[in-house]
Nanobody
Framework: QVQLVESGGGLVQAGGSLRLSCAAS????????MGWFRQAPGKEREFVAA????????YYADSVRGRFTISRVNAKTTVHLQMNSLIPEDTAVYYC???????????????WGQGTQVTVSS
């Protein structure tokens, strides 16, 4: 079993920055991909960013490309999401996920964290 714990969420003004972190423990798989998704109230969960096990293949959603940066450290069991130039539309619960295959859809990830709230005020 894999456990994922997110941290770093909070309230920030538009234009500000936040850094989310996700630590994996338990039966961790350094060869697994890790991704971030988000879900705003009344909306479907959507893909944000993902990184493969070696860190050399990265995907971003069009809505965050150029503003968000995903990275992984610590023997590939920790992933960060640096979020800059935040806008109110970025407000959502952000979820970390890990799975055997790098992808942009939620079903490709087997393990999920509990989520961390990000609120961007205008």
């Amino acid at each position: 079993q894999v456990q994922l714990v997110e941290s770093g969420g909070g309230l920030v003004q538009a234009g500000g920055s936040l850094r989310l972190s996700c630590a994996a423990s338990g039966r961790t798989f350094s060869s697994y991909a890790m991704g971030w998704f988000r879900q705003a109230p009344g909306k479907e969960r959507e893909f944000v960013a993902a990184i493969n096990w070696s860190g050399d293949i990265i995907y971003y959603a069009d809505s965050v490309r150029g503003r968000f940066t995903i990275s992984r450290v610590n023997a590939k069991t920790t992933v960060h999401l640096q979020m800059n130039s935040l806008i109110p539309e970025d407000t959502a619960v952000y979820y970390c996920a890990t799975g055997a295959k790098l992808g942009r859809t939620a079903y490709e990830y087997a393990y999920w964290g509990q989520g961390t709230q990000v609120t961007v005020s205008s």
